[in-house]
């Protein structure tokens, strides 16, 4: 059975950082793409960004570039996002895609004074 | 800026059948930007429903089906099921970046 569970979400306050960690089970983690995507409370979802199994490329949306980084470790069958200079506006339920087909349960995270 | 645009919002019956649609502000929406569809119910981490285009995944029910259509992706759902209510969105890649659209809320009335 295929399992992803985000960790590492919580308060945080306005220009601070926090690591999103993502720790897969049930599959070969090293043959798939993966991805985080976010939704603020209330609104629709929001892609941020993905990284090739090996590694080998990354791509990122706009707002986030320059401040998140994504990577993984296929020996720990693990992705991570390290979230820096954080804003209220980064406040949302942050999941963990594989492949657009199974998604994790969020983890949310609060940045606020 | 690319916007991916989607109903706000249908109404469909029971048993019924509706199209939610799927436009790019760059241009038609052809197979190359791999739609995908999603459906979140409230509280729910989002369900995948639809990829590149028009393939169903495993859990998949046979009532929903994508296409393209008149320059945009379709999600078509046949036979609606009190149970299909939620938010379905579609997501578009356009050259190592994906978008997802605003989302549509389905209410089956």
């Known amino acids: 059975e295929v399992q992803l569970v985000e960790s590492g979400g919580g308060l945080v306050q306005p220009g601070g950082s926090l690591r999103l960690s993502c720790a897969a089970s049930?599959?070969?983690?090293?043959?798939?793409?993966m991805s985080w995507v976010r939704q603020a409370p209330g609104k629709g979802l929001e892609w941020l960004a993905n990284i090739k199994e090996d590694e080998g490329e990354k791509y990122y949306v706009d707002s986030v570039k320059g401040r998140f980084t994504i990577s993984k470790d296929n020996t720990k069958n693990s992705m991570y996002l390290q979230m820096n200079g954080l804003r209220a506006e980064d406040t949302a339920v942050y999941y963990c895609v594989r492949n657009f087909d199974y998604w994790g349960q969020g983890a949310l995270v609060t940045v606020s004074s | 800026q690319t916007v991916v645009t989607q109903e706000p919002s249908l109404t469909v019956s029971p048993g019924g059948t509706v199209t939610l649609t799927c436009a790019s502000s760059?241009?038609?929406?052809?197979?190359?930007?791999?739609p995908n569809w999603f459906q979140q119910k409230p509280g729910q981490a989002p369900r995948a429903l639809i990829y590149s285009t028009n393939n169903k995944h495993s859990w998949t029910p046979a009532r929903f089906s994508g296409s393209l259509l008149g320059g945009k992706a379709a999600l078509t759902l046949s036979a609606v099921q009190p149970e299909d209510e939620a938010e379905y969105y579609c997501?578009?890649?356009?050259?190592?970046?994906?978008?997802f659209g605003g989302g549509t809320k389905l209410t089956v009335l």
């Open positions: 997501l578009l890649l356009y050259g190592g970046i994906w978008v």
């Open positions: 049930g599959f070969t983690f090293s043959n798939y793409w």
């Open positions: 760059t241009g038609a929406v052809t197979s190359g930007y791999y």
